[in-house]
C-alpha cells in the first residue's frame, strides 16, 4: 500500500504539542481508553462495508489502540504514525502489523491504495486544507473516511467538575473544549460530507490508572511534570471525596465522523 521509494514529507513538521506524546509513550499505552465494540459496528453500517478483508490505514496510529481493534476485526491494517516514541510502543503491542513513519498532511500512501482511512484521536493533529485531499487521493472510489474521538460525557457532574479544575490550572485550550472535543472543525474546505455518529460507553479503573490516563493529554505535556505534580495532588483529594474505594468510572462519548470518497 505504499508507494515505493517513497518517504514522509517534512517540509511542514507536526507541531511541538502534537508530537508532545512521545515523551510520555508508555504512559500513554497503560493508560489511555481504547473503544467500544459499537464503534466498529456504526464503522461497518455507515460504510457499507465489512471490516473483514477491508484494507485500512491507521493514520496517527499512536500506540495502536484502533489499530489492534480493527485488525483484530479482520481488517488489512497498515498503520502510520509520525512519532518515533509512539511507534516503539506499537511495535511492542503489534508487530505483526505494518508500521510506517508519516502524517496526514503527506500520506506514504500509494494512489487509490486503501478503502478505508481511520483517524482515532488524531485527525485534529492535521492541516486539512492538506489532509483532506491526501485522504481523497489515497481512498479508492467508494471509499471511507472515518475519523473518532472520546470525549468526556459532559452531563456527568464529576467529569465537569475535574475540566473546570483542569482549565483553572492550564488555562483555556485552544485545541478542545472541556469534552475534550477539537475546537476546529473536522473539514473547513467543504469537501467532504460527513455522517455522525454519539457512542456512550464507560470503564472502571484504578484512581492512578485515571490520572495516568489524563496527564498523558497534551496539555499537561507540553507543561511539563513540575506543573502536573502540582494539580495531581489536589485532584487526587478531590477524587478519594468522589469516590472512595479508589476506583472511577470514566464516561465518555466516542464522537464518529465518517464521509464517503466520491
Known sequence: MTSPGTAPDTTAPLTPRALSFDTAASQYAANRPSYPPTLLDAIEELSGNPLTGTRVADIGAGTGLATA????????????????GMAAEFRRALPDVPLVLGDGNALPLADRSVDLLTYAQSWHWTDPERSVPEALRVLRPGGALALW????????????????????????????DKSGRPVR??????RLRFTSRELPWSRRVPLDT???NITSHSLFLIHGPDRAAAFLT???AHLLERFPDGIVEETYV????????P
Not at 474521538?149 to 478542545?176: C, K, L, M, S
Not at 466516542?254 to 470518497?261: I, W, Y
Request: proline share 8%; hydrophobic share 45%; aromatic share 6%.
Open 69 to 84: 481493534l480493527l485488525h483484530a476485526r479482520g481488517a488489512e491494517v497498515i498503520a502510520v504514525e509520525p512519532g518515533t
Open 149 to 176: 474521538w472520546n470525549t468526556d460525557a459532559p452531563d456527568v457532574p464529576w467529569i465537569a467538575d475535574q475540566a473546570d479544575r483542569i482549565a483553572r490550572h492550564y488555562g483555556a485550550d485552544a485545541t478542545f
Open 254 to 261: 466516542v464522537q464518529l465522523l465518517l464521509a464517503s470518497s
Open 185 to 190: 472543525p473536522a473539514d473547513p474546505t467543504g
Open 210 to 212: 485515571h490520572l495516568a
Open 234 to 236: 489536589a485532584e487526587r
